[in-house]
């Protein structure tokens, strides 16, 4: 199907215009690639897109600004993280107060260090450290409820 004149004529002010190509294509009822080649045929250019000043910033900055703009997925997602590696602990453990059996609820179960040589706080390394550090100090570990472990710590009160 040959364009005519009219077209032509529409097609120029069109794309100089800076219109997508698709929707150029829709309204004549042609291809993408028809009127793609009747552009480069026309030897037709679009007119330069005036950008404001680019302004200048530090990686620093550029960092900073994603992470305010992204901040609550990112804590979010690190969240999820924490429960899920703790969770792997626990079962890693048994899964279970070692004292009375308690697995109701994973905020409840705390790591106890039965064992002297102890490095760091466990939900401090799981949140910082790496894994292998952290399941290396969680050998040292047993699992206990919050009320075993409070009266393991606390006797007689």
Known sequence: ???TKEEINSLKEIYS???YI?????????SRRAVQHKIKRLKLKRSPVRLKKAIKMSRKEIRDRCYNKNKKKI????????RRYKR???EYLGG???HCGYNKCMAALE???NKEGKESVIAIMIKDYSKQKALKEVNKCIILCANCHRELHHPGL
């Open 1 to 3: 199907m040959k364009w």
């Open 111 to 113: 790591f106890h260090h």
């Open 75 to 82: 804590y979010e997602r690190k969240r999820e993280r924490i």
């Open 88 to 90: 792997q602990l626990i």
């Open 96 to 98: 279970k107060c070692m």
């Open 22 to 30: 698709d929707e150029i294509a829709k309204k004549y009822g042609r």
């Open 17 to 19: 215009a800076r219109v």
